[in-house]
């Protein structure tokens, strides 16, 4: 199975700031997700996105796909203290829709 | 609101017990619930899929025998640490997939801790 990679593994920012994480994964791809973790605390979905988009949006959140680089990235913009948390991406492949997870990335937003 | 329930959401057990854990969809059916488990700052690695009146599918390297799987109804799947040790303690996360339309989206429980002593 294949498993997606988060970069950066942690991030420190201050309220107010925008805040980037990617993900890269192995192979080719049906969808991917975001999901957020609080500490200690089962995922919150985030979005999906197709194989066959490139962008989404939701509030403060904005999600890119290039699949020609096997990439995906999740902006956070305006962030909160609220924020702090761990980000994960998963993706599923072939006639699977069981997501795999990356390591994370571990947000932590200043306020 | 929440969709996927968990109970317990802790569990602090003794060297060799045996510990349940039940995973409810709320308000949807769900004939396949999969179980993952997270130990501290990493990812959550899929155990097993729970299959409504069939047998569970285990991932390589997770033993069946000590991990039971029992998925008894279209909303309800438990997942039994038998004899359970020191090392099994981690945080243990179910989901259930639910459809709208074409896209499917896998909804997460709150996640169970185990503590073994």
Known sequence: ?111 | GAVVSQHPSRVICKSGTSVKIECRSLDFQATTMFWYRQFPKQSLMLMATSNEGSKATYEQGVEKDKFLINHASLTLSTLTVTSAHPEDSSFYICSAPRSSGTQETQYFGPGTRLLVL
Not at chain 1, 19 to 33: G, P, W
Not at chain 1, 52 to 70: A, M, P, Q, W
Not at chain 1, 83 to 107: E, H, K, V, W
């Open chain 1, 1 to 111: 199975s294949q498993q997606g990679e988060e970069d950066p593994q942690a991030l420190s920012i201050q309220e107010g700031e925008n805040a980037t994480m990617n993900c890269s994964y192995k192979t080719s791809i049906n969808n991917l997700q975001w999901y957020r973790q609080n500490s200690g605390r089962g995922l919150v979905h985030l979005i999906l996105i197709r194989s066959n988009e490139r962008e989404k949006h939701s509030g403060r959140l904005r999600v890119t796909l290039d699949t020609s680089k096997k990439s995906s990235s999740l902006l956070i913009t305006a962030s909160r203290a609220a924020d702090t948390a761990s980000y994960f991406c998963a993706t599923d492949a072939g006639g699977s829709y069981i997501p795999t997870f990356g390591r994370g990335t571990s947000l932590i937003v200043h306020p």
